[in-house]
Every structure is written in C-alpha cells, then in structure tokens.
C-alpha cells in the first residue's frame, strides 16, 4: 500500500541551526511528494514538491531530493528562523489525486 | 482573493445537534477534499469529490455526509454530533496535471468544531 513516515516531533532547534526532517515512504511506481507547512491556526500550504526520482524541490530556503533508492524526500534547512516554526507534512500523491500524508512534525525554533 | 473559503470558522454546539461546515473554492478545480485533524496534529482525509462525484469515502461514521452542490463547492453535514466529533476540520482542492499526475492541494483555513 502507501504510506508515509516522518520523524516524531517536536524539533526544537536554536535560530540559524541546521535543520532535517526525516520523510520516507512506501508505494509501488512513481508517485509525487510534497512538503506542506501549517503556521499556528492556519490551513496547510504548500512549501515544495518534486515529481520523479532525482527532482530538488525547494522554496524559502527549504530543500528537499525525491531519493527513490532509499524511497526518501527529507526536508532540509541551512539556517533555521523563529518565523520557520510550524507543523511540517511530508505527503504522497498518487493518480487521480489520491494523497496520504504523514503525522506531521512540529519545528519550535527558538532565538 | 481567498482561494479555498470556509464557513464558519469557529463552531461550538451541544452533542446530538446537527451542523454543517461549507466549502468553496473559486480555482477552477476538479476534485476537492475534506480532512479530520485532531488534536495531536494528524491528518486523515474524510471524502474526496471529483466532478460532483464521491471519489474516496473513507471509513468515516454514516453521521458524516458530504454534500457537492457543483465542483466549486463541498459541503459537510454532521448528524448527531458527538464528543469526539471535536476537531478542526479542512477542506481542500486540487486539479491532475497532466498525464493524471497529482498536483498541489489548496486548503482552506479550517473550522474549529468543538462539541460540548
């Protein structure tokens, strides 16, 4: 079946620090990941996404690399802001737009 | 202009009342969704509507009974809530690209229900 797998939360990180977030997942073919972000009391937003093995999604200084050997989309900061903290949502996308997303991770970043 | 609207936003009633969430979306998209999330943060889709048709049906309780007037809009109707019915609840849209590759999901803003 599908699934997705992130790391449990809460990260809690200084300003300026490095940040992963771990995202693996399972499914048959080539779907499309996605990285969404949900801010305090707000909907979730698209923050990247890639759409076949290889692709760099990247927005805000996020980065993430759709890895189909180790069927992992990690999401990647080099330099972590207050603004950044959030719940953070790995998901999978299938044909006729079937998702499934993971637990979500929620980031405190600290100044 | 918002992309995907809600109403209302807040929604507090007493358990066995009927309520229902409405759902725009002024995107032009085909396909739209309604998600559970609980008070840990997790997600779990509800219903997916394609065209007017339900498309997904997840294993949600008969009291839950999505409604899709047009493709711009997806009600949701509660039938005798419950306690643990409490949750913000978010609908969401979204339109295959080419080939039926799945793309990006708008989400509204949530509807914070609390059942008392």
């Known amino acids: 079946g599908n699934s997705v797998t992130q790391m449990e939360g809460p990260v809690t990180l200084s300003e300026e620090a490095f940040l992963t977030i771990n995202c693996t997942y399972t499914a048959t073919g080539y779907p499309s990941l996605f990285w969404y972000v949900q801010y305090p009391g707000e909907g979730l937003q698209l923050l990247l996404k890639a759409t076949k093995a290889d692709d760099k999604g990247s927005n805000k200084g996020f980065e993430a690399t759709y890895r189909k050997e180790t069927t992992s989309f990690h999401l990647e900061k080099g330099s972590v802001q207050v603004s950044d903290s959030a719940v953070y949502f790995c998901?999978?996308?299938?044909?006729?737009?079937?998702?499934?997303f993971g637990s979500g991770t929620k980031l405190n970043v600290k100044p | 202009d918002t992309a995907v609207s809600q109403t209302p936003k807040y929604l507090v009633t007493q358990m066995g009342n009927d309520k229902s969430i409405k759902c725009e979306q002024n995107l032009g998209h085909d396909t739209m969704y309604w998600y559970k999330q609980d008070s840990k943060k997790f997600l779990k889709i509800m219903f997916s509507y394609n065209n007017k048709e339900l498309i997904i049906n997840e294993t949600v309780p008969n009291r839950f009974s999505p409604k899709s007037p047009d493709k711009a809009h997806l009600n949701l109707h509660i039938n005798s809530l419950e306690l643990g019915d409490s949750a913000v609840y978010f609908c969401a849209s979204s339109q295959e690209s080419a080939g039926g590759r799945p793309d990006t999901q708008y989400f509204g803003p949530g509807t914070r229900l609390t059942v008392l």
């Open positions: 998901a999978l996308g299938r044909n006729f737009n079937k998702f499934y």
